[in-house]
């Protein structure tokens, strides 16, 4: 079974930025579209970015287009996200979600196998 495992999260000033990684052994991450989701405390599970199975389209959600980018390494079997001028909202842990599905959908119910998740929090 494909595992899923983040990294790359921690605390950062606003304006900063992190860059979260997802990584899998065993199973090639371009297979596979991956999506990268967040959630808050009390805040329902949303959705960020994905990038499509075997390097494909990107999309994003509205409130982080600008900042924001994902991107693969397929050499290192790792998909990145790239965080720029962060915002207190941006509070959440940060997971990393995979489908075979090859369409870059940013909804969790498409999503079949999940990380563990990295904490991000922005804050002075």
């Known amino acids: 079974q494909l595992q899923l495992v983040e990294s790359g999260g921690g605390l950062v000033q606003p304006g900063g930025s992190l860059r979260l990684s997802c990584a899998a052994s065993?199973?090639?991450?371009?297979?596979?579209?991956i999506g990268w989701f967040r959630q808050a405390p009390g805040k329902e599970r949303e959705g960020v970015s994905c990038?499509?199975?075997?390097?494909?389209?990107?999309n994003y959600a509205n409130s982080v287009k600008g900042r924001f980018t994902i991107s693969r390494d397929n050499a290192k079997n790792t998909v990145y996200l790239q965080m720029n001028n962060l915002k207190p909202e941006d509070t959440a842990i940060y997971y990393c979600a995979a489908t075979t599905l090859p369409m870059c959908i940013i909804a969790t119910h498409v999503y079949n196998y999940w990380g563990q998740g990295t904490q991000v929090t922005v804050s002075s």
């Open positions: 065993r199973f090639t991450l371009d297979a596979y579209t």
């Open positions: 990038i499509r199975s075997s390097g494909g389209s990107t």
